[in-house]
Structure formats: C-alpha cells, structure tokens
C-alpha cells in the first residue's frame, strides 16, 4: 500500500526497516498505528533485563514511534494491545502504571495476551497501539 505513509524512527526503527523490512508507524488518515515496540534501549538496542524497566522503555519506545509520526504520543491512543511473556501481576501492575503516568486523563481499550515467545531473545513485552490524530492528518495531507 504505497499511498500510505510508513515512518521508521531514527537508529533502531531504520536498523530494523532494513534488517526486517517492516515500518515502526503507519498513518491511515487520521489514524496512527504503531507496530509492536519493545522494552529495548534506543541507542544501545539492548533490551532493559528487568520486567518493569522493560515495560518502562517500551512505553517510552511508543512514545517516540507516535511523535516521530507526527502525532503527540500516549494523549491520542485509544486502543492498546500488548503481548507478555510471562504474563503475570507483576508485567499487568507495571503496564497499569505507565497508563496512569502516560494517559492519565483518559482510559484506552486493552487487549493483553501471554504468549510463548516474542521477536527476540530477551524481548518480555511487546506493545502495539492505535492513535486517533486529526489534526495531524491535516498537516499530512492525509484527510
């Protein structure tokens, strides 16, 4: 779909277009959708080994997915989906949190999944969301 415009932040967010050949971001009119992000840092790539500093990177690393698409980041999201290896207390209270601290004026839909294995090694969290940006979209030329 090369109408779209497709967004790959600097440093790991290129390294990985090249690597894997995916995006970081995508906006669909006034929509921001941001592909899964991880609890790693985003000038050493290295993951954070800790469960609660990994969810902590990852919100981070959203935040700069959004932003770099143009969007103002956490305030615009709507819909959450995130995947958790393990899926414990421990991972939920930590994404709990980071909401309250990233989005504590409004309460997003959330899909939370345990799964068996993510991208890579030492990758515990994934988290992809959806952005609603329409003012964004008219800077764009996307509506």
Not at 6 to 16: D, F, H, I, Q, T
Not at 63 to 71: I, P
Request: hydrophobic share 40%.
């Amino acid at each position: 779909m090369s109408h779209l415009k497709y967004y790959a932040y600097e440093k790991l967010g290129v390294k990985n277009r090249e690597a894997f050949s995916y995006n970081q971001a995508v906006r669909v009119g006034d929509r921001i959708e941001c592909a899964g992000q991880g609890g790693w840092d985003p000038m050493t790539f290295e993951f954070a080994l800790e469960i609660n500093a990994q969810i902590d990177l990852a919100f981070a690393n959203v935040e700069r997915c959004l932003k770099d698409a143009g969007g103002k980041g956490w305030s615009q999201v709507y819909r959450v989906n995130s995947y958790h290896v393990p899926i414990d207390n421990e991972a939920l209270a930590a994404m709990v949190r980071n909401f309250k601290k990233y989005m504590p004026d409004h309460q997003p839909i959330w899909t939370c999944v345990g799964v068996s294995r993510l991208g890579e090694d030492d990758m515990r969290v994934e988290i992809e969301v959806v952005a609603h940006d329409p003012e964004g979209a008219k800077v764009a030329g996307s509506v």
